[in-house]
């Protein structure tokens, strides 16, 4: 059985403390909270791991160096709340021994409840619902002459409901300025991505065409975030605003990060010039060979843990065989041997889905840069992936 720690709280103050600059102070704090999240998670046995990672950092900012006496911060997606609770214990505004209780009766619920815990502002849901919410706020503030901000997180998911539509114009007709949204675009619902459920389109334009003050940045990087929000806040006072904040669920855990992985190094290009070199690739094929299938998804089963995936390419081989492959735009990185568990798991998942031993599958990074492929001395066994795992 695996043990996990967590961060008590006179180290969680020592973070809050600490003599940096405020974004790196913000992403050690945002870090401990993962930990903490992650140990009440597993102490529940359930609860939402990736899209409590993918908003820890925009949460740590929010609450560490944003947030003033009379704001509001509230999650509309509802299933962060282990990084809710994490946050706020941090902070000292949440009893610390309440770590221990995530999902127990008389304890942290696992959605916000303000019934249960009056540290949270609002309930959640339905999903969708959080932009009329704030509105809410802000009349009654406005009514009875209370000033004060409210920040909403919404997922990218729950931008599919209709409520989150309906709710922007009315907000940009009444000058709810008040109002700040923040997306947590890590680009995957619940157990598969955005795009394949229903495609976002343009995000920016969209929200923007209401009347909104629009920006986007690097959810996980607070300099840009920070930058981003000041940005808002000066250019549209009396206008509601909102930041797409690109992120990566399961952020900080590298088997957890669907687009991250070790090996990865794709941060010098950008999303344009990466398809178009996989793109390249795709029709000229490599060498002669034509791909059997791109951007197959996969469920994979491995000790008891499933664990969903994208490969980006399979080709086909001369002795009948499989490449799994997958495209990096960097350079190989000095950490080659951590990238081997990537492709591990793609290889059964690939050998499940051709119905072959994962024998005659091999798998491998394709530099696209220089067209070479880098393959891991060791692509792990079923076995031993399952004892990696759960080890
Ligand atoms: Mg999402």
């Known amino acids: 059985m695996p043990s996990l720690q967590y961060v008590g709280a006179s180290e969680l103050a020592r973070f809050r403390g600490l003599d940096a600059g405020a974004p790196q102070r913000a992403a ?3 870090d401990a909270c993962r930990l903490n999240a992650l140990s009440m998670i597993m102490e529940a046995g359930s609860g939402h791991i990736g899209t409590s990672f993918s908003c820890m950092d925009v949460l740590a900012w929010l609450h560490l160096e944003v947030l003033e006496d009379g704001d509001r911060y509230f999650s509309s997606k509802g299933h962060d709340a282990p990084g809710l609770y994490a946050t706020l214990i941090g902070l000292g505004r949440m009893p610390f021994e ?3 209780t995530l999902r127990r009766l008389g304890g942290l619920p696992g959605h916000p409840d ?3 815990t009056p540290e949270v502002v609002t309930n959640t849901g339905s999903l969708g619902m959080g932009i009329s919410k704030a509105r809410g706020f802000v009349l009654a503030d406005r009514a009875q002459g209370r000033r004060g901000r409210v920040f909403v997180l919404t997922g990218d998911g729950e931008l599919q409901e209709g409520q989150f539509w309906e709710s922007l114009q009315p907000t940009a007709n009444r000058g709810l300025g008040e109002i700040t949204v923040i997306v947590d675009h890590n680009k995957i619902q619940s157990d598969t991505w955005v795009s394949e459920v229903s495609d976002l389109g343009d995000l920016e334009a969209r929200v923007r065409s209401h009347g909104w003050e629009v920006a986007r940045c690097d959810g996980h990087d607070l300099d840009a975030v920070a930058a981003a929000l000041r940005t808002l806040s000066d ?3 009396d206008r509601p605003k909102l930041l797409i904040a690109d992120t990566v669920k399961g952020r900080g855990v590298s088997f957890m990060e669907p687009d991250d992985l070790p090996g990865a190094g794709d941060d010098s ?9 996989q793109e390249r690739f795709l029709a000229d094929g490599w060498g002669d060979r034509r791909p059997v299938a791109v951007e197959q998804p996969f469920e994979l089963v491995v000790g008891g843990r499933l664990i969903r995936g994208r490969i980006d390419a399979i080709y086909p081989r001369d002795d009948g065989g499989f ?3 997958d495209f990096k735009t960097g350079q190989v990185p000095s950490d080659f041997a951590a990238a081997s568990l990537q492709l ?3 290889r059964l998942a690939w050998a499940d889905l051709a119905g072959v031993g994962p ?3 091999d798998a491998g990074f394709l530099y696209v840069r220089t067209g070479s492929v880098k393959r891991p001395d060791v692509l792990l066994s079923r076995d031993e992936l399952a004892a990696l795992l759960t080890g």
């Open 269 to 277: 290009l950008s999303d344009a010039e990466l398809t178009a070199l």
């Open 235 to 237: 250019a549209a006072p």
């Open 114 to 116: 303000v019934g249960s």
């Open 344 to 346: 591990s798991v793609y």
């Open 359 to 361: 024998a005659v599958v």
């Open 28 to 30: 050690v704090f945002a």
């Open 323 to 325: 490449d799994v492959i």
């Open 98 to 100: 309440r770590i221990h």
